[in-house]
Nanobody, 121 residues
Framework: QVQLVESGGGLVQAGGSLRLSCAAT????????MGWYRQAPGKQRELVAV???????NYADSVKGRFTISRDNAKNTVYLQMSSLKPEDTAVYFC???????????????WGQGTQVTVSS
C-alpha cells in the first residue's frame, strides 16, 4: 500500500525556519503532483504549495517568497522549506500526492497523517 509519512514539524519562534519532508512509499508508477496543505484550528484545509513532475510550482499568496517546495524524484520525497515563519503559519501540515500505482490506472490522491507546525510570537 502507498503511504505518505511527514516529518520535520515542531515549535519555532517567529522569524525562524523549518523544513518539512514527506516520503511516499510503496509500489508507485508515477507521481504527477506533490503538494503541501495546512489546516489551522477552526479553518478549512488550504493549499500551501504544489510541485509537478516537471518541477513547476505554485504557492499560496500568503507564503510566496517565504516557502519553497521541492521534490526528489529518486526518493519519492517532497520538501517544504519554510522561512521567516509567522504565527499565522501555525497549523497541521499535510502532504498530498496525486499518483498512479500502475500505468493503466487513473490518478489517486494520497494524504499523509499531518505534522504540527507551531510558530510562537
Amino acid at each position: 500500500q502507498v503511504q505518505l509519512v511527514e516529518s520535520g514539524g515542531g515549535l519555532v519562534q517567529a522569524g525562524g525556519s523549518l523544513r518539512l519532508s514527506c516520503a511516499a512509499t510503496g509500489s508507485i508508477f508515477s507521481i504527477n503532483v506533490m503538494g503541501w496543505y495546512r489546516q489551522a484550528p477552526g479553518k478549512q484545509r488550504e493549499l500551501v504549495a504544489v510541485v509537478t513532475s516537471g518541477d513547476s510550482t505554485n504557492y499560496a499568496d500568503s507564503v510566496k517568497g517565504r516557502f519553497t517546495i521541492s521534490r526528489d524524484n529518486a526518493k519519492n520525497t517532497v520538501y517544504l522549506q519554510m522561512s521567516s515563519l509567522k504565527p499565522e503559519d501555525t497549523a497541521v501540515y499535510f502532504c498530498n500526492c496525486n499518483l498512479k500505482r500502475r500505468s493503466w490506472s487513473g490518478d489517486v490522491s494520497y494524504w499523509g497523517q499531518g505534522t504540527q507546525v507551531t510558530v510562537s510570537s
